[in-house]
Structure formats: structure tokens, C-alpha cells
């Protein structure tokens, strides 16, 4: 049972336009999400966070929305630089699950020069 | 890089072998956790300890067992591997307990190959 999922294994984008990663998840009790960011032969990485109290986060070029009501939400990249090119993890918790991350399968983008 | 430190990174062994991986989390952090991430899939959380006692229990087999030292290294049993269980194991480490809401810094993985 896939509690969160990211459907999309892979996405192409160009240089400089915006991506759009997409995560849904099915437990109506998750209340937090996260974006990890993973390189080749090295360890997720943090990149973004948003509580359930909130329909959108912020951090420079990258920005999460949440749509409680469709369960779904999305990493906006803009604009997509050639270092963005890595596998994007989308990750939810909820209180009273001893703040277990429930991960995605994972987005691998690629950005085109 | 993360602080964080794992070894080996890549163990080959056969079945019905068991296997020691090794974390060291980044200075000051108490919580300790461990991942297991088979071919295409997700992390699947596995154990959290937090100052040397265990916190909490993901999807860990009983052939897995983990323990925090006094110095907060981790280290990840694994017993009477099977093939399945060839997988990237990672560790994390965070400040506090409340790994799904705090930052958790990643280790580089250890790549198990069980043949």
C-alpha cells in the first residue's frame, strides 16, 4: 500500500523554464510533507518543507504547494538550472505516527541545456 | 557533505551470511535512523534511536536488529541475509526525535549485494 506516490519515474525539462514535480499521497492524517534531493552515490538531501496548516512554501528558486482537499502536492522549480538534474523525493509524516517520513518512489529530473 | 559517515559502502556477501553496517551521525545529533532503499523504490524507514535507546519501529525485519552506542554511532545488523535483501542502506541523524518534522542529514549509503 503506497501511501505516497509519485507517478512520474522521470521528467525532461529545459534550462532556465520551470519544473514541476508532482506527489500524491492517500493517509488524510499526514500533516507534513518534504522534498529531499538526491545525487548519484550520495544521500537525500533537504530542500524543502511544508506543514498542513499551509498551502505553500517558498525558499529562493523552489516552492511547495499543498492541495489538502485533492491530496497533492507539487515542488515548483524556477528557474530550472543544469544542477538541479537529480532524483527528487517527496516525503510526508504525520503527529501521532512517531513522525515516521513516509517516502515516494522518487521523480528523476533532468534538466536540458 | 552531510557530517554524517557510513561504512563500508559496498558489501558483497552470500546468503545466509550476516553483515555489520556502521553509521556516525553529525556532531551533536542524538537521533539516528535507518533506511533501506530497494531498486526503484522509496526509502523504507527501518529504526530510530534517539540517545542510545530505540524510538521507533518501521518495516525492520526480525533478521535486522540495531543499537545506538554510548559515543552515537549506529550500527545495523543484518542476519541470514537473503537476496532480497540487497538493497542501498542509509543512515540519517537528526538534533531531536521528531524525524519527520526536523531536518535529517543523510549518510552516503551502504550498497549490500547478497548473491
Known amino acids: 500500500d503506497q501511501q505516497v506516490k509519485q507517478n512520474s519515474p522521470s521528467l525532461s525539462v529545459q534550462e532556465g523554464r520551470i519544473s514541476i514535480l508532482n506527489c500524491d499521497y492517500t493517509n488524510s492524517m499526514f500533516d507534513y510533507f518534504l522534498w529531499y534531493k538526491k545525487y548519484p552515490a550520495e544521500g537525500p538531501t533537504f530542500l524543502i518543507s511544508i506543514s498542513s496548516i499551509k498551502d505553500k512554501n517558498e525558499d529562493g528558486r523552489f516552492t511547495v504547494f499543498l492541495n489538502k482537499s485533492a491530496k497533492h502536492l507539487s515542488l515548483h522549480i524556477v528557474p530550472s538550472q543544469p544542477g538541479d538534474s537529480a532524483v527528487y523525493f517527496c516525503?510526508?509524516?504525520?503527529?501521532?505516527?512517531?513522525?515516521?517520513?513516509?517516502w515516494g518512489a522518487g521523480t528523476k529530473l533532468i534538466i536540458k541545456p | 557533505d552531510s557530517g554524517v559517515t557510513q561504512t563500508p559502502k559496498h558489501l558483497i556477501t552470500a546468503t545466509g551470511q550476516r553483515v555489520t553496517l556502521r553509521c556516525s551521525p553529525r556532531s551533536g545529533d542524538l537521533s539516528v535512523y535507518w533506511y533501506q532503499q530497494s531498486l526503484d523504490q522509496g526509502l523504507q524507514f527501518l529504526i530510530q534511536?534517539?540517545?542510545?535507546?530505540?524510538?521507533a519501529k518501521g518495516n525492520i525485519l526480525e533478521r535486522f536488529s540495531a543499537q545506538q552506542f554510548p559515543d552515537l554511532h549506529s550500527e545495523l545488523n543484518l542476519s541470514s541475509l537473503e537476496l532480497g535483501d540487497s538493497a542501498l542502506y542509509f543512515c540519517?541523524?537528526?538534533?531531536?526525535?521528531?524525524?519527520?518534522?526536523?531536518?535529517?542529514?543523510f549518510g552516503p549509503g551502504t550498497r549490500l549485494l547478497v548473491l
Open positions: 540519517a541523524s537528526s538534533v531531536g526525535v521528531a524525524g519527520g518534522r526536523e531536518t535529517q542529514y
Open positions: 516525503a510526508a509524516s504525520a503527529t501521532g505516527s512517531n513522525y515516521q517520513l513516509i
Open positions: 534511536y534517539y540517545n542510545g535507546e530505540e524510538r
